[in-house]
């Protein structure tokens, strides 16, 4: 299977949200990282076929998915950033409606229900409504709703916003069990949530898809870019304004600052291998614009 986007581009009135996006996507997971506005979301409902291009198009197997239509999206699972619930809907209410739409068959939704409430964590759940959820439920639910009917291509918007650190990698292993020979693609501000399931990463930013890499690859660009430096408290709340700082642990009362610099910042600073989160921070906050090209 192929998905493919060919020179996309979407306005909103004269502002440039997409700009000819060109990617080609096949089986395996696909992390979206990028800064708040990049793009991420419209890119997202443009392959759930929820919003049209403007120009350009995407290609399911070589056919335009706005021609193939009602069929495409009976392939596609969609969890959407924001989610909406009838006020009255239960969790199961919402599930069996959502298969209702699909035209799941009923005995093999009662079943798939079961299934996946158990796989969220929502099994004793159900039968309360979904309004009173907590946030994390929510997206639970959202992420049970959009695996519903198995789809080949499965796209969810921030699906880990608002989850625990426990879920979160149950999360992550749904997705792992489930990548195989389907498309997902999954949009975060959380770099550890793709890291390791993730096998091609696409870096989005100003309505363009800066790179399309492994993990490996991003990690090798940032080489030679990250640094530990010993300081105090006071000196940090100083140069954490001139600086990319990726991350600080408080030691006795030093800091060891995490840097993201590509000349040694100072003297006692000791280089150390990057992580793909300090990759994210070398592209978006210390590449300049120019070199992201
Ligand atoms: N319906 C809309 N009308 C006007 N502008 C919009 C609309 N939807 C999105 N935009 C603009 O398009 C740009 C991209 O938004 P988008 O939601 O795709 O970004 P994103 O990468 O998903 O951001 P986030 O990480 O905050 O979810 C932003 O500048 C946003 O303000
Ligand atoms: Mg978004």
Redesign the pocket.
């Known amino acids: 299977m192929e998905l493919k986007f060919e020179r996309v581009s979407k306005n909103?009135k004269d502002?440039k949200?997409l700009k000819d996006i060109s990617v080609t996507m096949g089986t395996g997971v696909y992390g979206l990282l990028?800064?708040?506005?990049?793009?991420?979301?419209?890119m997202i409902k443009m392959m759930a076929d929820v919003l049209r291009p403007d120009s350009g198009q995407i290609l399911y197997d070589g056919r335009n998915i706005r021609s193939i239509g009602d069929e495409y999206r009976a392939k596609v699972g969609y969890l959407p950033?924001e989610i909406s619930f009838y006020s009255n809907f239960t969790g199961r209410d919402y599930l069996e409606y959502s298969a209702a739409l699909k035209g799941m068959e009923k005995s093999y939704t009662k079943k798939r229900i079961e299934e996946l409430a158990y796989h969220v964590g929502l099994q004793n759940d159900l039968k309360r409504q979904c309004r009173a959820y907590s946030g994390g439920m929510q997206r639970r639910l959202g992420i049970a709703q959009a695996l519903l009917d198995n789809p080949e291509i499965l796209i969810l918007d921030?699906p880990t916003a608002g989850l625990d650190p426990l879920e979160r990698v149950k999360f992550r292993n749904i997705i792992s069990a489930y990548s195989n020979d389907r498309l997902v693609l999954l949009?975060t501000?959380i770099v550890s949530d793709i890291e390791h399931i993730a096998s091609k990463i696409m870096m989005m930013e100003y309505g363009v898809i800066r790179y399309v890499n492994t993990r490996e690859e991003y990690i090798k660009m940032a080489k030679n870019c990250v640094w530990i430096v010993k300081m105090s408290a006071e000196k940090l709340v100083k140069y954490q304004n001139n600086a990319v700082i990726s991350n600080v642990i408080a030691k006795e009362g030093v800091m060891e600052v995490r840097v993201i610099d590509d000349e040694k910042p100072f003297a006692n600073a000791v280089q150390t291998a990057p992580t793909l989160e300090d990759a994210y921070l070398y592209i978006f906050n210390y590449l300049p614009e120019k070199a992201r090209r």
Request: net charge positive; glycine share 18%.
């Open positions: 909103y502002k949200v990028g800064p708040n506005g990049a793009g991420k979301t419209t950033q921030e949009s501000h």
